[in-house]
């Protein structure tokens, strides 16, 4: 494993946001590998945001930038530990170590598994500097290390790989590694675990992924869409030896911020049987936030806050009241607009607005070529079809904090 003089962490420190590839360029200093130190400086720069407490800790070593980019954020990782709990958790593809470092919080002990042996001399070396003294880490296959458990695990946590034979992202639980589509794989996790903590990709199809999780024995018990500031980053599925009826399945949507966590949950049966008006835009409007979107809670936010929806499939509500605490943004509603560029031009002569599309026939790059709409400002509009079928512009500003 590569290690660090007191000069050459420093010569890190002293260049952590410095451009890399000018440093590279750079006449370079005796003695000093520069090559080796920037590709520290590159992945510890990825990490910046993304994992803060490890950016700040000067004595880990850092994986590839890659490695970094495919490690859940802190954030996330956090919030996947708040799911999980006992004596015994088996993360088998431990990667860089970011989702075992939470869960050694929430769980007695981690067993770490990874198959490529940098990466586990790498977690070996970094979980114990941060704080994590409970992660065992180990070199191989996590599927071949669950079938030498003498007693079943609490939980084991899964992040299937999600790249082609080329490089290539995928996305379908089929095309990963390992295929736990694949009932015989999943039946034989159970027999060594009492709950699977599953982690897929954000574009992933959750209606075909909870087929495909449940069967004679088990079945997915909840569903977590999570989001950082506004972004979905991975769907969760928690599979466990009940067979929750699949229209039972509680589908939770969180939106970790900075200073707060909202989240909401729906029962997918009653997502179906929702109570929901419909109606022209009233004097505010909510826009859902990516979460709970993706989760698809398109009549339960509706009915859970007593809001009317624009149109069965444009996914914006409205009232007359203002509703707080919506898991979303809200905005107040100045006019609804023909989608041509004098109509827009009358009510923002600088035609400058951040604009949104939902269930309209072009998209944001074609209507805003078309408007010769400028990006930023404090204006909303909302390219939206309405109840009636009309296409409109809502021009809207953000409800002050």
């Known amino acids: 494993m590569i290690s660090f003089t007191a000069t050459e962490k420093q010569f890190i420190r002293d260049h ?38 490890w950016y700040a800790n000067d004595d880990l070593i850092f994986p ?6 495919q490690a859940s954020s802190e954030a996330a990782a956090h919030y996947k530990a708040l799911l999980v709990g006992g004596a015994l958790l088996l993360d088998l593809t431990g990667g860089m170590g970011v989702d075992a470092r939470a ?51 609490d939980w084991l946590y899964l992040d299937p790989h999600r790249r082609n034979g ?46 495909q999780l449940s069967g004679q024995g088990y079945g997915v018990e909840s569903v977590h869409v999570v989001a950082v500031l506004g972004e979905v980053k991975e769907v969760l599925f928690v599979i466990s030896h009940a067979q929750t009826d699949v229209p039972g399945i509680t589908l939770k949507a969180i939106n970790v911020l900075p200073d707060s966590t909202t989240a909401f949950s729906f029962v997918r049966s009653d997502e179906r ?44 509500y409205t009232s007359n009241e203002l509703v707080k605490d919506f898991p979303g943004r809200a905005f107040v509603v100045e006019q609804a607009l023909r989608p041509d560029r004098k109509a827009v ?10 604009l949104t599309v939902r269930n309209f026939p072009q998209t944001v ?37």
Not at 120 to 139: D, E, I, K, R, S
Not at 375 to 383: I, S, T
């Open 16 to 53: 952590l946001t410095a451009d890399v590839q000018t440093l590279l360029l750079r006449a370079r200093p005796a003695r000093l590998d520069v090559k080796k130190l920037a590709a520290q400086i590159t992945a510890r720069q990825k990490a910046r945001y993304k994992l803060a407490t």
């Open 273 to 316: 049987t929702a109570d929901v008006a419909f109606g022209n835009p009233q004097t505010y409007l909510y826009e859902p936030n990516a979460a709970v979107l993706k989760a698809g809670a398109f009549r339960s936010v509706a009915e859970r806050f007593g809001l009317i929806k624009l149109a069965p499939n444009t996914h914006l």
């Open 166 to 211: 080329q490089g290539g992202k995928v996305v379908r639980l089929d095309q990963c590694e390992p295929d736990v589509s694949r009932p015989d794989i999943l039946k034989n996790l159970l027999t060594k675990t009492r709950n699977i903590l599953l982690k897929t990709s954000p574009l992933i199809d959750i209606e075909a992924a909870i087929r």
């Open 365 to 401: 790059a074609d209507l805003r070529k078309k408007l010769a709409l400028r990006e930023g400002g404090d204006a909303y509009l909302f390219a939206a079809t309405l109840l009636n079928g009309d296409k409109r512009l809502i021009l809207c500003r953000k409800v002050a904090a």
């Open 345 to 354: 031009q009358m009510r923002l002569p600088d035609l400058q607005a951040n």
């Open 64 to 69: 590839p930038a890659l490695s970094v980019e």
């Open 103 to 153: 869960f050694a919080d929430r769980v007695t002990q981690v067993l770490y598994a990874e198959q490529q042996p940098e990466l586990a001399q790498l977690a070996a070396h970094n979980l114990p500097l941060l704080g994590a003294t409970n992660v065992t880490v180990q070199t191989g296959d996590g599927l071949a290390m669950a079938g030498q458990l003498s007693e079943p695990a």
